[in-house]
Protein backbone atom coordinates (compact mmCIF):
# COMPACT_ATOMS: atom_id res chain seq x y z
CA UNK A 1 0.00 0.00 0.00
CA UNK A 2 1.52 3.54 -0.66
CA UNK A 3 1.69 5.92 2.20
CA UNK A 4 1.76 9.47 0.08
CA UNK A 5 1.96 12.91 2.49
CA UNK A 6 -0.25 15.60 1.39
CA UNK A 7 3.18 17.02 0.33
CA UNK A 8 3.76 14.30 -1.72
CA UNK A 9 0.99 14.84 -4.12
CA UNK A 10 1.99 16.21 -7.43
CA UNK A 11 0.02 17.29 -10.69
CA UNK A 12 0.83 13.71 -13.26
CA UNK A 13 1.59 11.81 -9.84
CA UNK A 14 -0.39 8.47 -11.43
CA UNK A 15 -1.43 5.07 -9.95
CA UNK A 16 -3.29 2.01 -10.81
CA UNK A 17 -4.30 -1.35 -10.84
CA UNK A 18 -5.88 -4.45 -12.76
CA UNK A 19 -8.44 -6.53 -12.01
CA UNK A 20 -9.73 -9.63 -13.24
CA UNK A 21 -13.27 -9.75 -13.05
CA UNK A 22 -15.22 -12.87 -12.45
CA UNK A 23 -18.78 -14.30 -12.37
CA UNK A 24 -18.29 -15.19 -8.02
CA UNK A 25 -17.94 -11.27 -8.00
CA UNK A 26 -20.88 -10.58 -10.34
CA UNK A 27 -22.87 -13.09 -8.64
CA UNK A 28 -21.72 -11.82 -5.28
CA UNK A 29 -22.27 -8.05 -6.19
CA UNK A 30 -25.73 -9.00 -6.88
CA UNK A 31 -26.07 -10.64 -3.46
CA UNK A 32 -24.69 -7.63 -1.47
CA UNK A 33 -26.72 -5.09 -3.13
CA UNK A 34 -30.05 -6.88 -4.02
CA UNK A 35 -29.61 -5.11 -7.37
CA UNK A 36 -31.10 -8.60 -9.32
CA UNK A 37 -31.85 -6.96 -12.82
CA UNK A 38 -31.43 -9.26 -15.58
CA UNK A 39 -29.60 -7.38 -17.81
CA UNK A 40 -26.80 -8.73 -15.14
CA UNK A 41 -27.74 -12.20 -14.43
CA UNK A 42 -29.61 -13.51 -17.27
CA UNK A 43 -28.03 -13.97 -21.00
CA UNK A 44 -31.05 -13.86 -22.96
CA UNK A 45 -32.53 -10.66 -21.51
CA UNK A 46 -29.35 -9.24 -21.78
CA UNK A 47 -29.15 -10.59 -25.84
CA UNK A 48 -32.91 -9.42 -26.37
CA UNK A 49 -31.34 -5.86 -25.56
CA UNK A 50 -28.44 -5.97 -28.06
CA UNK A 51 -25.96 -7.11 -25.86
CA UNK A 52 -23.65 -9.90 -26.59
CA UNK A 53 -23.43 -10.93 -23.05
CA UNK A 54 -24.53 -10.31 -19.38
CA UNK A 55 -23.35 -6.78 -18.52
CA UNK A 56 -21.45 -6.83 -15.27
CA UNK A 57 -22.73 -4.14 -13.30
CA UNK A 58 -21.03 -0.55 -13.39
CA UNK A 59 -20.91 0.08 -9.93
CA UNK A 60 -18.86 -3.49 -9.39
CA UNK A 61 -16.61 -2.04 -12.09
CA UNK A 62 -16.53 1.52 -10.03
CA UNK A 63 -16.08 -0.40 -6.87
CA UNK A 64 -12.26 -1.05 -7.68
CA UNK A 65 -11.74 3.13 -7.45
CA UNK A 66 -12.06 2.59 -3.95
CA UNK A 67 -8.87 0.70 -4.47
CA UNK A 68 -7.33 3.54 -6.46
CA UNK A 69 -7.21 5.91 -3.62
CA UNK A 70 -7.39 3.92 -0.50
CA UNK A 71 -4.57 1.45 -1.82
CA UNK A 72 -2.50 3.49 -4.69
CA UNK A 73 -3.22 7.25 -4.71
CA UNK A 74 -2.23 8.47 -1.93
CA UNK A 75 -2.33 4.85 -0.06
CA UNK A 76 -2.81 5.19 3.20
CA UNK A 77 -4.40 8.43 4.02
CA UNK A 78 -7.25 8.72 1.62
CA UNK A 79 -10.34 9.69 2.27
CA UNK A 80 -12.72 9.99 -0.79
CA UNK A 81 -14.79 13.00 -1.04
CA UNK A 82 -16.58 12.99 -4.14
CA UNK A 83 -17.03 10.40 -7.15
CA UNK A 84 -17.86 11.38 -11.09
CA UNK A 85 -17.98 8.35 -13.43
CA UNK A 86 -19.07 8.61 -17.12
CA UNK A 87 -19.98 4.95 -18.39
CA UNK A 88 -18.55 3.92 -22.20
CA UNK A 89 -19.01 1.04 -22.93
CA UNK A 90 -21.08 -2.25 -21.39
CA UNK A 91 -17.98 -4.33 -19.48
CA UNK A 92 -18.47 -8.35 -20.12
CA UNK A 93 -16.70 -10.79 -18.18
CA UNK A 94 -14.82 -11.40 -21.39
CA UNK A 95 -13.28 -7.75 -21.24
CA UNK A 96 -11.37 -9.07 -18.36
CA UNK A 97 -8.55 -7.83 -17.00
CA UNK A 98 -10.14 -4.55 -16.85
CA UNK A 99 -7.48 -1.72 -15.88
CA UNK A 100 -7.99 1.50 -13.23
CA UNK A 101 -5.93 3.93 -14.48
CA UNK A 102 -5.32 7.25 -12.26
CA UNK A 103 -3.38 10.61 -12.52
CA UNK A 104 -3.39 13.51 -10.07
CA UNK A 105 -4.92 16.95 -12.11
CA UNK A 106 -5.50 19.36 -9.53
CA UNK A 107 -4.36 19.83 -5.81
CA UNK A 108 -6.58 22.17 -3.10
CA UNK A 109 -4.18 22.94 -0.06
CA UNK A 110 -7.13 24.62 1.74
CA UNK A 111 -9.01 21.16 2.06
CA UNK A 112 -6.08 18.58 1.76
CA UNK A 113 -7.37 17.03 -1.29
CA UNK A 114 -6.78 16.24 -5.32
CA UNK A 115 -8.54 15.75 -7.78
CA UNK A 116 -7.95 12.29 -9.71
CA UNK A 117 -8.71 12.16 -13.37
CA UNK A 118 -9.15 8.22 -14.29
CA UNK A 119 -9.93 5.72 -17.23
CA UNK A 120 -11.25 2.50 -16.39
CA UNK A 121 -10.32 0.47 -19.66
CA UNK A 122 -11.48 -3.25 -21.09
CA UNK A 123 -8.64 -6.11 -22.11
CA UNK A 124 -8.54 -4.65 -25.74
CA UNK A 125 -7.56 -0.59 -24.10
CA UNK A 126 -11.68 -0.01 -24.72
CA UNK A 127 -12.19 3.13 -22.43
CA UNK A 128 -15.44 1.25 -20.62
CA UNK A 129 -15.88 4.31 -18.15
CA UNK A 130 -14.04 7.54 -17.00
CA UNK A 131 -14.43 10.46 -14.90
CA UNK A 132 -12.72 12.31 -11.50
CA UNK A 133 -12.32 11.61 -7.85
CA UNK A 134 -12.07 14.22 -5.35
CA UNK A 135 -9.46 12.48 -2.70
CA UNK A 136 -8.33 13.68 1.05
CA UNK A 137 -5.40 13.04 2.83
CA UNK A 138 -5.27 12.46 6.41
CA UNK A 139 -2.06 12.70 7.00
CA UNK A 140 -2.41 14.56 10.37
CA UNK B 1 -38.93 -5.11 -9.34
CA UNK B 2 -40.15 -2.37 -11.00
CA UNK B 3 -40.94 -2.48 -14.88
CA UNK B 4 -41.33 1.36 -15.67
CA UNK B 5 -40.99 2.11 -19.38
CA UNK B 6 -40.12 5.05 -20.39
CA UNK B 7 -43.32 6.82 -21.35
CA UNK B 8 -44.06 6.36 -17.10
CA UNK B 9 -40.92 8.46 -15.94
CA UNK B 10 -41.87 11.68 -15.35
CA UNK B 11 -40.49 14.74 -13.02
CA UNK B 12 -40.69 14.18 -9.17
CA UNK B 13 -41.36 10.19 -9.57
CA UNK B 14 -39.31 8.67 -6.69
CA UNK B 15 -37.98 5.05 -5.52
CA UNK B 16 -35.17 4.35 -2.62
CA UNK B 17 -34.56 1.26 -0.35
CA UNK B 18 -33.23 1.11 3.03
CA UNK B 19 -30.56 -1.52 3.45
CA UNK B 20 -28.73 -3.08 6.64
CA UNK B 21 -24.41 -2.71 6.54
CA UNK B 22 -23.12 -5.64 8.38
CA UNK B 23 -19.13 -6.34 8.55
CA UNK B 24 -19.40 -9.04 6.27
CA UNK B 25 -20.62 -6.75 3.37
CA UNK B 26 -17.65 -4.83 4.03
CA UNK B 27 -15.04 -7.83 4.61
CA UNK B 28 -16.89 -8.70 1.21
CA UNK B 29 -15.90 -5.90 -0.35
CA UNK B 30 -12.62 -5.86 1.22
CA UNK B 31 -12.24 -9.39 -0.75
CA UNK B 32 -13.46 -8.10 -4.09
CA UNK B 33 -11.65 -4.76 -4.49
CA UNK B 34 -8.21 -5.68 -2.55
CA UNK B 35 -8.85 -2.32 -0.58
CA UNK B 36 -7.53 -3.24 2.77
CA UNK B 37 -6.98 0.40 3.64
CA UNK B 38 -6.78 0.13 7.46
CA UNK B 39 -9.58 3.13 7.70
CA UNK B 40 -12.05 0.36 7.01
CA UNK B 41 -10.43 -2.93 9.06
CA UNK B 42 -8.08 -0.90 11.97
CA UNK B 43 -10.16 0.18 14.77
CA UNK B 44 -7.34 1.89 16.11
CA UNK B 45 -6.34 3.41 13.20
CA UNK B 46 -9.50 5.10 12.55
CA UNK B 47 -9.01 6.07 15.97
CA UNK B 48 -5.82 7.60 14.84
CA UNK B 49 -7.58 9.88 12.51
CA UNK B 50 -10.44 10.99 14.63
CA UNK B 51 -13.04 8.61 13.77
CA UNK B 52 -15.25 7.24 16.60
CA UNK B 53 -15.32 3.69 14.60
CA UNK B 54 -14.42 1.86 11.21
CA UNK B 55 -15.54 4.16 7.87
CA UNK B 56 -17.55 2.09 5.68
CA UNK B 57 -16.41 2.11 2.36
CA UNK B 58 -18.06 4.84 0.33
CA UNK B 59 -17.83 3.06 -2.34
CA UNK B 60 -19.73 0.39 -0.48
CA UNK B 61 -22.58 2.38 0.38
CA UNK B 62 -22.51 3.85 -3.46
CA UNK B 63 -23.44 0.07 -4.50
CA UNK B 64 -26.87 0.60 -3.62
CA UNK B 65 -27.66 3.36 -6.29
CA UNK B 66 -27.16 0.28 -8.40
CA UNK B 67 -29.94 -1.35 -6.86
CA UNK B 68 -31.86 2.11 -7.35
CA UNK B 69 -31.82 2.17 -10.33
CA UNK B 70 -31.66 -1.43 -11.53
CA UNK B 71 -34.79 -2.58 -9.28
CA UNK B 72 -36.64 0.85 -8.70
CA UNK B 73 -36.57 3.62 -10.67
CA UNK B 74 -36.94 2.61 -13.54
CA UNK B 75 -36.02 -1.65 -12.25
CA UNK B 76 -35.25 -3.78 -15.21
CA UNK B 77 -35.47 -1.79 -18.39
CA UNK B 78 -32.44 0.31 -16.68
CA UNK B 79 -29.21 1.45 -17.77
CA UNK B 80 -26.66 3.51 -16.02
CA UNK B 81 -25.05 5.97 -17.99
CA UNK B 82 -23.82 8.83 -15.12
CA UNK B 83 -23.44 8.89 -11.38
CA UNK B 84 -22.18 11.78 -9.38
CA UNK B 85 -21.68 11.44 -5.78
CA UNK B 86 -20.64 13.49 -3.21
CA UNK B 87 -19.67 12.11 -0.02
CA UNK B 88 -20.76 14.77 3.42
CA UNK B 89 -20.00 12.27 6.26
CA UNK B 90 -18.78 8.85 7.11
CA UNK B 91 -20.80 5.93 7.04
CA UNK B 92 -20.08 3.62 10.14
CA UNK B 93 -21.74 0.24 11.06
CA UNK B 94 -23.93 1.69 13.84
CA UNK B 95 -25.42 4.31 11.14
CA UNK B 96 -26.62 1.17 9.79
CA UNK B 97 -29.49 0.65 8.52
CA UNK B 98 -28.88 3.63 5.89
CA UNK B 99 -31.92 4.47 3.14
CA UNK B 100 -31.05 5.55 -0.29
CA UNK B 101 -33.86 7.83 -2.00
CA UNK B 102 -33.89 8.86 -5.41
CA UNK B 103 -36.25 11.14 -7.13
CA UNK B 104 -36.66 11.76 -11.12
CA UNK B 105 -35.22 15.80 -12.19
CA UNK B 106 -35.40 16.22 -15.30
CA UNK B 107 -36.11 13.86 -18.45
CA UNK B 108 -34.25 13.78 -21.88
CA UNK B 109 -36.11 12.60 -24.49
CA UNK B 110 -33.67 12.26 -27.16
CA UNK B 111 -31.42 9.83 -24.97
CA UNK B 112 -33.78 8.07 -23.91
CA UNK B 113 -31.98 8.90 -20.68
CA UNK B 114 -33.65 10.53 -17.47
CA UNK B 115 -31.52 11.99 -14.02
CA UNK B 116 -31.63 11.20 -10.50
CA UNK B 117 -31.39 13.26 -7.70
CA UNK B 118 -30.65 11.04 -4.77
CA UNK B 119 -30.36 11.18 -0.88
CA UNK B 120 -28.02 8.68 1.02
CA UNK B 121 -29.03 8.96 5.05
CA UNK B 122 -27.97 6.96 7.95
CA UNK B 123 -30.28 5.99 10.16
CA UNK B 124 -30.33 9.02 12.43
CA UNK B 125 -31.49 10.56 9.43
CA UNK B 126 -28.04 12.33 8.33
CA UNK B 127 -27.41 12.76 4.80
CA UNK B 128 -24.22 10.87 4.30
CA UNK B 129 -23.43 10.94 0.59
CA UNK B 130 -25.79 12.97 -2.14
CA UNK B 131 -26.03 13.19 -5.96
CA UNK B 132 -27.37 12.11 -9.31
CA UNK B 133 -27.43 9.82 -11.68
CA UNK B 134 -28.38 9.32 -15.50
CA UNK B 135 -30.15 6.45 -16.56
CA UNK B 136 -31.17 5.20 -19.86
CA UNK B 137 -34.16 3.13 -20.53
CA UNK B 138 -33.63 0.97 -22.48
CA UNK B 139 -37.94 -0.70 -23.56
CA UNK B 140 -37.90 -1.36 -27.13
Redesign the interface.
Known amino acids: ?NDYKFSDIKIGLGGG?S?NITQE?VD??CK?????????TDLEFAKS?GFQEK?V????T??????LA??YLP??N??????????KK?VFLSDSPISIEGKVIEINEIFKQFTIKFEIKNKNGDKVSRGTMKVGV?DE
Open positions: MLVMTFITGDINPLHKVYGMLSSFLSTGVGKSLIHEVNILFPL
